[in-house]
């Protein structure tokens, strides 16, 4: 948490398409969680805001020559023309002491949308580079990020050797290769095993387990 007097901020950022989603129940709850335990929730909905996951050319300034996105968002930084949402995103990104990145599972990753807002936000220039490292010396160290995801397998197939493998074999990219690369201290995920093969007794256990969780983080 912070160490400030103000109240803690915590940046969900959600990406379901289905907003009566067990995905985004789990998202809710959490919310409401973290709210209970102290801080000021700050709630990014990418697909109710119609979020553009393509990194492009088309919003930086014009080009001379090819497109190197992370030199022109080192620009961009630099010259304080970073594209208007873009800029409004890492504003929030820089300002919570937590982001939790809110999805389903999809191919073993995260959905393309929340994948493309990584690509988009994590910014060369304000993030990392620049006047910022890697990892200890990146712009978000000293804060904490985590993941709040549902599966479409069991907690078994997740396992060393279950039908799919290592759970950690598949967050190791997220965790390290965005999340810590970036500075944060990546906290231990919540996640629902396959929820669509719950009951609805199921599913509302589910639901307390992960607000328990969230609160005794």
């Known amino acids: 948490m912070s160490t400030s007097n103000a109240a803690p901020t915590a940046l969900i950022v959600h ?5 009566h989603s067990f995905s985004t129940a789990q998202m809710t709850t959490a919310a409401q969680a973290l709210r209970d335990t102290g801080y000021r929730v700050d709630v ?5 805001e119609t ?3 393509a990194l492009a050319r088309e919003e930086f300034a014009p080009i001379d020559g090819p497109f190197k996105p992370q030199a022109e968002q080192m620009r961009a930084v630099e010259d304080g023309t970073l594209d208007a949402a873009v800029r409004a995103h890492l504003d929030r990104l820089l300002a919570a002491d937590l982001l939790v990145l809110s999805f389903p599972m999809w191919w073993f990753s995260l959905p393309a949308i929340l994948k493309g807002w990584v690509d988009r936000v994590f910014v060369m220039g304000g993030t990392f580079g620049g006047d910022y490292g890697l990892f200890g010396d990146a712009a978000l160290a000293g804060k904490r990020a985590m993941l709040l995801f ?4 069991s907690s078994q197939s997740f396992s060393p050797g279950g039908a799919f493998g ?11 290769g965005m999340l810590e690369f970036v500075g944060y201290r990546v906290l231990e995920p919540v996640i ?6 719950m009951t609805d007794q199921d599913r509302a256990a589910a639901l307390e387990t992960v607000r328990a969780s969230i609160r005794s983080m």
């Open 44 to 48: 990014l909905d990418l697909y109710s």
């Open 15 to 19: 990406a379901h398409p289905e907003p």
């Open 192 to 197: 629902t095993y396959g929820p669509a093969h």
């Open 150 to 153: 549902t599966t479409g397998g």
């Open 51 to 53: 979020w553009n996951p």
């Open 166 to 176: 290592s759970m950690d074999d598949f967050l190791f990219h997220i965790h390290r």
